[in-house]
């Protein structure tokens, strides 16, 4: 199974990772809680990890307008 890095709020694909490239331990998923896992690693159809973090751009939108995390999409 692949590991697919997502961006939380734009959903642009950031990154990933081949099945056997790492381990969760590695990855440092080990050190979540369970709601924070279930909250950030979710499985696709296909039974890869989707891995959901904020992109670049959505950190400065969210650093400037920390209000917009209320919103359905931070740019619209």
């Not at 209320?70 to 740019?75: E, K, T």
């Given at each position: 199974?692949?590991?697919?890095?997502?961006?939380?709020?734009?959903?642009?694909?950031?990154?990933h990772?081949?099945?056997?490239?790492?381990?969760?331990?590695?990855?440092?998923?080990?050190?979540?809680?369970?709601?924070?896992?279930?909250?950030?690693?979710?499985?696709?159809?296909?039974?890869?990890?989707?891995?959901?973090?904020?992109?670049?751009?959505?950190?400065?939108?969210?650093e400037?307008?920390p209000?917009?995390?209320?919103?359905?999409?931070?740019?619209h």
């Amino acid at each position: 199974m692949a590991i697919y890095y997502v961006c939380r709020h734009c959903r642009l694909p950031l990154g990933h990772i081949a099945d056997g490239q790492a381990t969760e331990s590695q990855l440092g998923f080990d050190q979540l809680t369970p709601e924070e896992r279930k909250d950030i690693i979710t499985n696709d159809a296909a039974g890869n990890q989707v891995v959901k973090i904020t992109c670049e751009s959505c950190q400065q939108v969210l650093e400037s307008h920390p209000e917009r995390v209320m919103y359905p999409s931070l740019y619209h």
